[in-house]
């Protein structure tokens, strides 16, 4: 689980099963963390079962529904009661069912004076309606096949969800438009008396597994699942825990894109109906609620990619990254994992490659270019760098450039680098006087070998003056 403390939060608790999974080489896609602050007290002492979870509550709360404005709110619980209230108002709703009340959605623009609706589903689904005299008003809008397990109010759309099927109600026009288990395509002689508009089924497929949730994530769905307890496909141990897919889907079936096991707390005593998973839309939030732990999945940003990719010593997909991403990166800086990925090539013994990484890297900052000439000389490797160095207008302190010489003329009979050309960058008296009295014989030159080694030393020497 990825370790990251935001306002609020505190990093997680090994959600994730990596340490009784072999290390994948495949990037994870979502990272989680738990809400802490007082969720965590509070759930020590009760269960929750939506987001909003307290101890002075009696009963299980089973939804809870805001407007898109955040500033009402609806709730409904098992023991039939419903609760309308505005944050900021003293206006409210309050009435007792004698069933209980599974589901609760306000009008999306509920603050709105011609816009105080709102529906409740228990064993038949409810339209309240706020009239011109202030009295709330009841349609029934289905009822006679179950109960109502899910409602969602998206515009002028209502969509709930029973046993037998799913179906939408368009408020605008007061009429059912859709019934998804018998939508099927209409020629335009049956469509005339029909509702303008329907839905059509893109993607059905069955699964293997016990579904806790659903959530959309750009054309893709994030799927909270409990796995059945016949599957074979599972080891024992995994069986008990959530798991957290983010599935593709298709025409007839669904590719998975990424899965994880959840450790949330007491996984051991939970089923498939204690777990939810609400989201944040706009914010790629998705929060795993269970009776006594909250998890928030939250889609990895650039940061958490370039993190991946250093983990793995992917140094140089990890500075393409940086540099591609550099305006949205926060926590990573590109000149700092060029080091690292310098750092890297050095210890791995492939000097070449580090050295012509230094000139993408280290650019103009000659603090760094100095720092890592000197390294190279203390690994012996000084020739590797040197014709990498900057020189015209951007250049170091001349006693770099004379060390690198000083280099070569003690090693090579024929001088023919490039560095040798650049005098402008060095102080050639120096240079002369310095090797001079470097190589300056103590006995006589008898071997033709040593005569041709000083002869080429000091042709480089007077050529370099030349210049």
């Known amino acids: 689980m990825a370790e990251v403390e935001d306002q609020g939060r505190k990093p997680s608790e090994e959600s994730t099963d990596d340490s009784e999974e072999e290390e994948s080489e495949e990037e994870p896609k979502l990272k989680y963390e738990r809400l802490a602050?007082?969720?965590?007290?509070?759930?020590?002492?009760?269960a929750a079962s939506c987001m909003t979870v307290h101890d002075k509550s009696p009963v299980k709360i089973n939804q809870?529904?805001?407007?898109?404005?955040?500033?009402?709110?609806?709730?409904?619980?098992?023991?039939?009661?419903?609760?309308v209230f505005g944050l900021y108002t003293r206006e409210g709703f309050h009435e007792n069912f004698d069933c209980p009340i599974?589901?609760?959605?306000?009008?999306?623009?509920?603050?709105?004076?011609?816009s105080k609706q709102f529906v409740t589903g228990g064993n038949k689904l409810q339209l309240y309606e706020r009239n011109w005299l202030n009295r709330w008003k009841t349609v029934v809008l289905h009822e006679g096949e179950g109960t109502i397990t899910n409602v969602k109010w998206r515009a002028n759309l209502i969509a709930w969800a029973n046993n037998v099927g799913v179906k939408i109600y368009d408020i605008s026009t007061k009429q059912r438009i859709t019934n998804i288990c018998t939508v099927k395509e209409r020629d335009p002689m049956e469509m005339r008396d029909l509702p303008s508009r329907y839905v059509e089924i893109t993607s059905a497929f069955d699964t293997e597994f016990y579904i806790s949730g659903l959530a959309p994530l750009a054309d893709q769905l994030v799927t909270l699942y409990y796995v059945k307890e016949?599957?074979?496909?599972?080891?024992?141990?995994?069986r008990a825990r959530p798991r957290l897919d983010i599935i593709q889907s298709l025409p007839e079936s669904c590719e998975e894109i990424s899965s994880d096991a959840l450790t949330v707390r007491h996984f051991q005593e939970n089923e498939c109906r204690d777990y939810r998973l609400e989201h944040a839309e706009g914010e790629s939030l998705f929060y795993i609620i269970s009776p006594k732990d909250i998890v928030v999945a939250k889609e990895r940003d650039q940061d958490d990619h370039i993190d991946w990719l250093l983990d793995k010593?992917?140094?140089?997909?990890?500075?393409?990254?940086?540099?591609?991403?550099?305006?949205?990166?926060k926590r990573h800086d590109v000149q700092k994992i060029g080091m690292a990925y310098i750092n890297h090539l050095v210890e791995r013994g492939d000097y070449d490659t580090a050295a012509r990484k230094c000139q993408k890297v280290l650019?103009?900052?000659?603090?760094?270019?100095?720092?890592?000439?000197?390294?190279?000389?203390?690994?012996?490797?000084?020739?590797a760098i040197s014709q990498y160095l900057p020189r015209g207008d951007l250049r170091l302190r001349?006693?770099?450039?004379?060390?690198?010489?000083h280099e070569f003329l003690k090693s090579d009979f024929e001088v023919r680098h490039p560095m040798l050309r650049a005098s402008q960058t060095l102080r050639a008296g120096s240079v002369i006087l310095t090797d001079l009295s470097a190589f300056r014989p103590t006995h006589k030159l008898r071997n033709s070998s040593l005569r041709?080694?000083?002869?080429?030393?000091?042709?480089?020497?007077?050529m370099l003056h030349a210049f």
């Open 37 to 46: 602050n007082g969720v965590t007290e509070i759930l020590q002492k009760d």
């Open 64 to 83: 809870i529904s805001l407007d898109e404005f955040g500033e009402h709110v609806g709730i409904c619980s098992e023991d039939g009661k419903v609760q």
């Open 102 to 114: 599974k589901v609760v959605a306000l009008h999306p623009q509920f603050g709105r004076s011609n």
């Open 230 to 238: 016949n599957s074979d496909q599972m080891e024992e141990e995994f």
């Open 313 to 329: 010593k992917k140094y140089e997909e990890a500075l393409m990254a940086a540099e591609i991403s550099s305006k949205n990166i």
């Open 363 to 383: 650019g103009k900052n000659m603090e760094l270019w100095e720092n890592e000439v000197y390294r190279f000389k203390t690994i012996g490797q000084l020739k």
């Open 398 to 405: 001349p006693a770099i450039y004379e060390m690198i010489l």
């Open 452 to 462: 041709e080694e000083t002869f080429c030393k000091t042709s480089a020497i007077v």
